[in-house]
């Protein structure tokens, strides 16, 4: 029987490897996702209809855009590590400073998500961006959203991504 995808066991995170391949050392840096907000989309390729004059029909079409990939979720681990890690800044002692005159980091990670019953799916490439969900509510914790995009890898002939369902 084929395994299922189904619910997240980890997800890991590192820098590309030097020669633009996957990276080699990948640790979970994030953890404690909340509930229910983990998810890999993909969006529907854009197209352009192409006409002629001698039918009604469309004669052709062709994509215009590819597919963008997306890994998203949520974490509770809101430590000075992933500020840094999402906003850029510094940490000294354990407390986060901004990037100074709120410059934007671009953050490149090769990415792992691991369901609970072993499928990988693997990112050579993704561009992580945060925002942060810090409620002063004594009924919710503070949180990081996050998505990833999948970016063409720097190395030549190298899949964006794969997903390994171990058969």
């Known amino acids: 029987m084929a395994k299922k ?3 997240l066991k980890a997800i890991t995170m590192g820098a590309p490897a030097e020669d633009g391949g996957m990276g080699l ?6 953890g404690a996702t909340v509930k229910g907000t983990a ?3 993909s969006s ?30 949520s974490t509770y681990n ?32 090769s990415v792992v998500a691991e369901t609970r019953t072993g499928i990988k799916v693997s990112f050579v490439k993704m561009k992580l961006t945060g925002t942060a969900n810090l409620a002063f509510d004594k009924t919710k914790l503070g949180q990081i959203d996050w998505t990833a ?11 964006a991504f794969s997903i390994d369902f171990g058969v």
């Open 5 to 7: 995808f189904y619910a």
């Open 25 to 30: 050392v990948l640790t979970e840096l994030l």
């Open 39 to 41: 998810t890999l989309t």
């Open 44 to 73: 529907t390729p854009e197209t352009t209809d192409v006409e002629i004059e001698e039918s009604d029909e469309i004669y052709d079409e062709l994509e215009t855009k590819a597919a963008v990939w997306t890994l998203a979720a």
């Open 78 to 109: 809101v430590t000075a590590a992933t500020m840094k890690e999402f906003f850029g800044g510094t940490v000294v002692a354990g407390v986060w400073s901004a990037q100074v005159g709120g410059a934007t980091v671009k953050v490149e990670r």
């Open 149 to 159: 995009k999948v970016l063409k890898p720097d190395k030549a002939n190298t899949p």
